[in-house]
């Protein structure tokens, strides 16, 4: 549910948004209520998707408690975005959207809504954080408040001291239901590109890119030669696992075991970082990558395709790691192994028959059923090979990179040479409809 609501007076910029929202659900007439706002004299008004979605009808209340219908333009789930639109004879008061990028960690931030249905409210507190990813959508990238929103807040205004619109809010973390200082905003930004969109067109297109991409670990950043930025910091960048065959990436020539660092100048610091960015950008238009191949910091240029076109298999691509004496036990591909995993004659590599457990590779994360296709780079295509390049890599004292097959999906899992696996095993960022790399 969300909330929305009324002006106070008083205020150094004028309240037109605040402003109750009734939709109506079907059969049980059951209704919901929600803040939203307007953004255009002529009748724009932005909410929250979950305060709209499934109504049959929606009423717009204003500040001043004139009651309009409303028809809803267009709703975006993967950000929670709609855009509705009302009538009326004159033109009305709106909000202009600022700039959420400029928004500092400790700047004081104001929170509209109709909380509770009880009628409008403001509230205040400083912006916590930015570009927070909670698990809620591909797309996330809040910005953290701790200025309390109640149900009923969802889709009203924040704003900044100068009276600009810098997020719209959406969510709060309560195991109470109640406010405890940590709530969730959508950025201006992102409510700038979706809404231009919902208003052209009804619907939003996204950029493509078609990789895979991971989370580097400690010990898979020293597998791939990675210059370290300082003394015990994370790695940063998106490890590319692999290609989608004829995707923007693969034409492009971004190839597994590529570090993603920069999307059009702006640093990437992870996959979903990746996702955000690409996600961004329209169908259609150049970008330029930066990446590290080998330990060295390269550039190209990709045309960004449109993810609602892209296929949905992630593509796969034959070299990869692999490696016992490390816990596991290897079987050769064979003709009955192929039909029982479903791998067409182009797959090479070997099969994890069996981890010990305990073992570093089971603690890294290694599963029966992997195809291990390489180790170190080397492509390897019997156990004999993998253990050979196993050994090689163990004994430069260097942490053992495996490319792994595992359902369909390409990943790769370091292990370190002390025994300590890092189970970066997870982070496809393009297998499927919600993922935007």
């Known amino acids: 549910m ?22 109506q659900q079907s059969r049980q007439q059951i209704e919901a209520r929600g803040s939203g706002f307007l953004i255009s004299a002529d009748g724009y008004v932005v909410t929250n998707n979950h305060v709209v979605k499934g109504a049959t009808k929606v009423t717009v209340t204003l500040d001043d408690g004139t009651t309009l219908p409303a028809k809803i333009i267009g709703r ?13 004879t004159q033109k009305l ?44 959508g591909p797309y996330d990238n809040f910005i953290q408040i701790d200025a309390p929103i109640n149900r009923g807040n969802s889709g009203g205004p924040l704003f900044t001291q100068d009276g600009k619109v810098v997020g719209v809010n959406s969510m709060i973390l309560s195991p109470s239901g109640g406010s405890i200082g940590i709530g969730f905003a959508i950025p201006s930004d992102t409510v700038r590109n979706v809404t231009d969109q919902l208003r052209k067109t009804g619907h939003v297109v996204r950029g493509y890119l078609g990789v895979n991409a991971q989370v580097i670990s ?105 490696g016992p004496h490390l816990g596991v036990s290897l079987t050769p591909l064979s003709g009955d192994i192929r039909r029982q995993l479903g791998l067409g004659s182009d797959v090479h590599g070997v099969v994890v028959n069996d981890v010990q457990p305990g073992s570093p590779a089971d603690q890294a994360g290694i599963r029966p059923g992997d195809v291990i296709q390489s180790v170190s780079n080397q492509s390897v295509d019997s156990p004999r090979a993998a253990v050979t390049a196993v050994r090689g890599a163990l004994a430069a004292k260097k942490p053992v990179l495996l490319r792994v097959l595992r359902d369909g999906q390409s990943l790769f899992i370091a292990i370190s040479p002390d025994g300590t696996g890092d189970g970066s095993d997870s982070g496809a960022t393009n297998g499927g409809d919600d993922d935007d790399n």
Not at 2 to 23: K, L, N, T, V, Y
């Open 218 to 322: 400690p010990a898979m950043a020293k597998a791939l030669n990675m210059p370290v930025s300082a003394p015990g910091a994370p790695p940063a960048g998106a490890l590319v696992a692999s290609t989608s065959p004829d995707s923007p990436a693969e034409k492009a020539g971004l190839k597994a075991e590529d570090i993603v660092t920069d999307f059009n100048g702006q640093k990437v610091s992870s996959p979903h970082d990746l996702a955000v960015r690409v996600a961004s950008v329209a169908p259609g238009t150049d970008a330029k990558i930066g990446y590290l191949r080998g330990g060295k910091p390269q550039t190209l240029t990709v045309k960004i395709g449109n993810l609602a076109k892209a296929s949905n298999d992630g593509g796969i691509e034959g070299s990869a790691s692999s």
């Open 76 to 88: 975006d789930g993967k950000t929670d975005l709609a855009l509705l639109k009302v009538t009326s």
């Open 2 to 23: 969300g909330g929305m609501g009324g002006g106070m007076g008083g205020m150094p910029f004028p309240f037109p948004f605040p402003f109750q929202m009734a939709p």
């Open 93 to 136: 008061p709106f909000i202009e959207l600022g700039e959420s990028d400029d928004v500092q960690a400790g700047e004081w931030v104001v929170a509209v809504g109709n909380p509770y249905g009880l009628g409008g409210t403001v509230t205040a507190g400083i912006v916590s954080a930015r570009g927070r990813d909670i698990n809620e």
